[in-house]
């Protein structure tokens, strides 16, 4: 069974522009996580859907957002980029939002924000 | 708010060594999940051990095992035998047990950095 893909794998922007990234769950998986790693900051959560529903969100202002499609697939997508949005953006995917089940992480997406 | 803290930035072990790893954590709620995640250079982050707050027994798989202290809010990883691919960051992890609210996000620690000496 395939793992978690994550789409672009590295990305290199500019500020001001804005970025779109993908995830693709494991087949069978319906709840997608994204979380933002950061030197400093280290691993805090953005967001999480669950049969296309934003079910939790982070603390993080309104120029993250994301989606998910009826497949499962989720994007999320970071406007007016800042520098500070220079990280590793990881998605995890799950069975669904159950504590007991276990989320599984891609490679991750590494941003860079010139 | 639920935390957790990873007071040792930087761990190292010999070969074939054991090491432990700290983790404290704060939290007012009854029911969670405990997690220890490995995340090698450049790949992908694992699922190395799981704790549920309500079992007593200390989680163990192969040579990784938990030392779970509920009352002190301590959850620290042993990794006995070490071997050169257990080089890594690992993180501790929170989750609730709640059902409501859409609480079940991951809360991580900052992370241990473990080299292996050969």
């Known amino acids: 069974k395939a793992g978690v893909t994550q789409t672009p794998r590295y990305l290199i922007k500019t500020r001001g522009q804005q970025v779109t990234l993908s995830c693709s769950p494991i087949?069978?998986?319906?709840?997608v996580s994204w979380y933002q790693q950061t030197p400093g900051q280290g691993l805090q959560f953005l967001f999480e859907y669950f049969s296309e529903t934003q079910r939790n969100k982070g603390n993080f202002p309104g120029r993250f957002s994301g989606r998910q499609f009826s497949n499962s697939r989720s994007e999320m997508n970071v406007s007016t980029l800042e520098l500070g949005d220079s990280a590793l953006y990881l998605c995890a995917s799950s069975l669904s939002p159950s504590s007991y089940n276990e989320q599984f992480f891609g490679p991750g997406t590494r941003l860079t924000v010139l | 708010a639920q935390t957790v803290t990873q007071s040792q930035p930087e761990m190292s072990v010999q070969e074939a060594e054991t090491v432990t790893l700290s983790c404290t954590y704060d939290t007012s709620e009854s029911d969670y999940y405990l997690f220890w995640y490995k995340q090698p250079p450049s790949r992908q982050m694992i699922l190395v051990i799981r704790?549920?707050?309500?079992?007593?027994q200390n989680a163990t798989e192969n040579r990784f095992s938990v030392n779970f202290q509920k009352a002190a809010k301590s959850f620290s990883l042993k990794i006995s035998d070490s071997q050169l691919g257990d080089a890594a960051m690992y993180f501790c992890?929170?989750?609730?047990?709640?059902?409501?609210?859409?609480?079940?996000?991951?809360?991580f620690g900052k992370g241990t950095k473990l080299t292996v000496n050969p």
């Open positions: 992890a929170y989750r609730s047990g709640s059902t409501q609210g859409g609480s079940e996000k991951l809360v």
């Open positions: 704790q549920e707050a309500y079992k007593q």
């Open positions: 087949s069978g998986h319906r709840s």
